[in-house]
């Protein structure tokens, strides 16, 4: 269940930075579109979910940079998601959209060496298990 939950974490968002991107360009070509904002910036809540949910039942050791990371993306889209002002949407959602991408390299393989040894745990009912 836990290498299900990994995987559909990692594919689906890698899905939402896609839609991310969609809606800066959106914005950027026809102006904000509140509903297709706010169902990216849901749709990024339900990810987080997920990799909440998978971090907690995995014993695969990974770095406090990529929660905080992602948090932070979604605190920007949400920030942006109700705006009708196309600089705050452009600007919120290129800010999530750099955050997410920071998020994904911090446990890949092509992804700096430095977050790999810095501030890494191993979630706490892993060590349990353990």
């Not at 904002?37 to 749709?43: D, M, S, Y």
């Not at 695969?60 to 889209?77: K, N, Q």
């Not at 002002?85 to 430095?114: M, Q």
Request: net charge positive; with cysteine.
């Amino acid at each position: 269940m836990n290498h299900l939950l990994f995987t559909v974490h990692k594919h689906y968002g890698s899905l939402l930075l896609v839609l991310v991107l969609a809606v800066i360009l959106v914005a950027l070509l026809k102006g904000p579109n509140t509903k297709l904002q706010r169902i990216v910036a849901v749709l990024v809540d339900i990810n987080l979910v997920f990799g909440l949910v998978a971090f907690f039942q995995t014993s695969r050791p990974i770095s406090w940079f990529h929660p905080l990371l992602a948090l932070g993306a979604v605190a920007f889209l949400h920030i942006g998601a109700k705006s009708e002002d196309k600089s705050k949407v452009v600007r919120c959602f290129s800010i999530a959209l750099v955050c997410l991408i920071a998020a994904w390299a911090v446990n890949a393989a092509w992804g700096p060496e430095w977050f790999k040894l810095n501030f890494v745990k191993l979630p706490a009912t892993a060590v349990i298990a353990k």
